[in-house]
Each structure stands twice: as C-alpha cells, then as structure tokens.
C-alpha cells in the first residue's frame, strides 16, 4: 500500500488483465486482506505493509470454497501478471 492509495485503481491498472473471469477490487477496509492471511502459510506471502497484504494476485479453481488455499499467489501484481495470464490461459485448455 502506498501513501497515495486513497481511491480504487485506475482503469489503466485493472487494464492489466482482462479475463473477463478476473475480478479486480480495491479492499479498501482490508478484509479479503486479512481472510488471505489466514488461509497462507507466512512463507507464501510476498507483499505486506503494516502485516496487511496488497498487490497480489490470487487464482482459485473453478469451484472452489472459500477458505481453501489458492491454486497460485503471488506479487507485486505487475511482477506476476505474465505469469498469472499464462496460468489464466492454461486453465482455459483444461476446461
């Protein structure tokens, strides 16, 4: 989180991936935040700021619950958007 994180990303930072699968938020009030840090493990995460997660990205399977580690984490976003459309591309041939 930066000093200037005062309002949700722009439509340039969303832009980044655009799965139509992709949902994109700011948590504002920190609570997926916080349900993340529950469900990893302390190794697995990269980017905290005051022990609160941010600019990562999490990929789920196709109907997973709640609660349940994800298939990929990682970040800082731009670092691992390569990454997480190749991953995003290969579930679309397994499905």
């Not at 832009?15 to 504002?28: E, G, M, P």
């Not at 935040?33 to 697995?44: D, G, T």
Request: with cysteine; net charge negative; hydrophobic share 40%.
């Amino acid at each position: 989180m930066l000093p200037t994180d005062w309002f949700r990303p722009s439509g340039r930072t969303q832009s980044r991936i655009s799965d139509s699968r992709v949902v994109q938020f700011w948590d504002k009030d920190h609570l997926v935040a916080k349900e993340l840090q529950q469900q990893l493990s302390s190794s697995q995460i990269c980017c905290q700021s005051d022990g609160i997660i941010w600019d990562v990205a999490a990929l789920y399977p196709n109907n997973v619950q709640w609660g349940s580690a994800p298939g990929f984490f990682g970040g800082a976003v731009l670092d691992v958007a390569s990454e997480v459309r190749q991953r995003v591309s290969a579930m679309n041939l397994n499905h």
